[in-house]
Every structure is written in structure tokens, then in C-alpha cells.
């Protein structure tokens, strides 16, 4: 059964830095890619970024290009976002998500199977 354990967020002020953390646990293939979404209220689920292992490839929305940055760990499917220059608008819960098949990084909620609780993530002064 896939796992989907997140970690990180807090409360920030407008400018700030957070990382957030995620690991996938018991893929049943090589080949993943591990999501970061977010969610404000009142809003629909917006893609932040991805990694594939199936390419390596990773996407940043343009909403975040720039001071969001996507990495992987020393860890086997772990996934870091290291969030700078945080803005207001950034608030919201983000969430990690998972799939386990080949293909390229997706940061559509549709494609992801396997979703992490949600973590909250706040900007203010």
C-alpha cells in the first residue's frame, strides 16, 4: 500500500523561506512522480511542481517560477520544495501526491493516485 508522508509548513512572514518535505513509501514500480499541490480557500487545486524518475524531468508552475524550487533527496523517493520570497497568496494547504508508472512530470491533480494529508502553509505579517 502506497504512503504518502509529508512534512514541513508553518506560518511565515511575507518574504520568507519554508521547505517542505515528502516521501513516497512502497511504490510498487521504479518509475514515479511525486507532486506538490495547493489548495486556498475557496479556490480549486492548483498545480506547484514535480519531479519524474521516469526522465528526470521537473515542472514549476508560473505562478511560483522563480522562488519555488523542486529537488530530490539522498533518500530514495524523497521529494524536497524549497519555497523563497513567500508571498501572501501563497497560503493555502499544500499537498503532496504520488504516481507509480512511467511517464512524464504531471502537475495536473488528475493524474496523481496517491495523495499525503495536506500541510498548511501560511504567509503573513
Known amino acids: 500500500q502506497v504512503q504518502i508522508v509529508e512534512s514541513g509548513g508553518g506560518l511565515v512572514q511575507p518574504g520568507g523561506s519554508l521547505r517542505l518535505s515528502c516521501a513516497g513509501i512502497?511504490?510498487?514500480?521504479?518509475?514515479?512522480?511525486i507532486g506538490w499541490l495547493r489548495q486556498a480557500p475557496g479556490k480549486a487545486r492548483e498545480g506547484v511542481s514535480c519531479?519524474?524518475?521516469?526522465?528526470?524531468?521537473?515542472r514549476v508552475a508560473d505562478s511560483v517560477q522563480g522562488r519555488f524550487t523542486i529537488s530530490t533527496g539522498n533518500a530514495k523517493n524523497m521529494i524536497y520544495l524549497q519555497m523563497n520570497d513567500l508571498k501572501p497568496e501563497d497560503t493555502a494547504v499544500y499537498y503532496c501526491?504520488?504516481?507509480?508508472?512511467?511517464?512524464?512530470?504531471?502537475?495536473?491533480?488528475?493524474?496523481?493516485?496517491?495523495w499525503g494529508q495536506g500541510t498548511q502553509v501560511t504567509v503573513s505579517s
Open positions: 519531479f519524474s524518475s521516469s526522465d528526470g524531468s521537473t
Open positions: 501526491a504520488a504516481f507509480d508508472r512511467w511517464g512524464p512530470c504531471l502537475i495536473n491533480a488528475e493524474a496523481y493516485d496517491y
Open positions: 512502497g511504490f510498487t514500480s521504479d518509475y514515479y512522480t
